[in-house]
């Protein structure tokens, strides 16, 4: 039973990677602590500048050498908000997907043999039955106007080629 248990953690860690909310959730500490580090590294730059500046200290390798280097810290920062920012876009477009989803999908339509599933935005089968007609007469005019546009760009191909 512990190896059942060990694979339903695994499966769930799985399904919380692909999550972009959760991700997000574990990225916001990532970002404040890189944050921290650029703010920290920058001002010991700024720190190093200042006595530079005032003559206390010279530019010499050796000196530079115990101040972390900015721009890879800035780098780290920068490739974290990418990160969360393609989080917070594909849980954007996962909930436009959803609610296209339960706009455009059908309603549960109850049947004999489950009753007890009639629900107030249940279908009737006739309404069922009418909106299915629309989605193919839908899809069908789609792909009437697809092959007409392919035969359009077929004849202007030809006519180009002789």
Same mark, same amino acid.
Request: net charge negative; glycine share 4%; proline share 3%.
């Given at each position: 039973? +512990?190896?059942?248990?060990?694979?339903?953690?695994?499966?769930?860690?799985?399904?919380?990677?692909?999550?972009?909310?959760?991700?997000?959730?574990?990225?916001?500490?990532?970002?404040?602590? &890189? $944050?921290? =580090?650029?703010?920290?590294?920058?001002?010991?730059?700024? #720190?190093?500048?200042?006595?530079?500046? =005032? #003559?206390?200290?010279?530019?010499?390798?050796?000196?530079?050498?115990?101040?972390?280097?900015?721009?890879?810290?800035?780098? /780290?920062?920068?490739?974290?908000?990418?990160? $969360?920012?393609?989080?917070?876009?594909?849980?954007? /477009?996962?909930?436009?997907?959803?609610? %296209?989803?339960?706009?455009? &999908?059908?309603? $549960?339509?109850?049947?004999?043999?489950?009753?007890?599933?009639?629900?107030? /935005? &249940?279908?009737?089968? &006739?309404?069922?039955?009418?909106?299915?007609? +629309?989605?193919?007469?839908?899809?069908? %005019?789609?792909? =009437?106007?697809? $092959? /007409?546009?392919?035969?359009?760009?077929?004849?202007?191909?030809? #006519?180009?080629?002789?």
């Amino acid at each position: 039973s +512990s190896f059942i248990s060990t694979m339903q953690q695994q499966q769930l860690s799985q399904q919380q990677d692909f999550d972009p909310v959760h991700r997000f959730k574990m990225l916001i500490p990532l970002l404040k602590d &890189s $944050l921290q =580090n650029v703010m920290a590294i920058a001002s010991l730059h700024f #720190g190093h500048n200042a006595a530079i500046d =005032n #003559g206390l200290k010279t530019t010499e390798k050796g000196n530079d050498a115990a101040v972390q280097r900015f721009d890879k810290s800035l780098e /780290e920062f920068y490739a974290l908000c990418d990160q $969360l920012e393609l989080c917070l876009r594909l849980a954007h /477009e996962c909930l436009s997907q959803s609610i %296209d989803s339960t706009k455009h &999908s059908p309603n $549960l339509v109850p049947t004999a043999t489950k009753p007890d599933t009639v629900q107030t /935005e &249940s279908l009737f089968y &006739s309404q069922y039955l009418s909106m299915i007609k +629309s989605q193919i007469s839908c899809a069908k %005019d789609i792909h =009437n106007a697809l $092959l /007409e546009c392919s035969k359009k760009i077929a004849g202007k191909v030809q #006519g180009a080629c002789n």
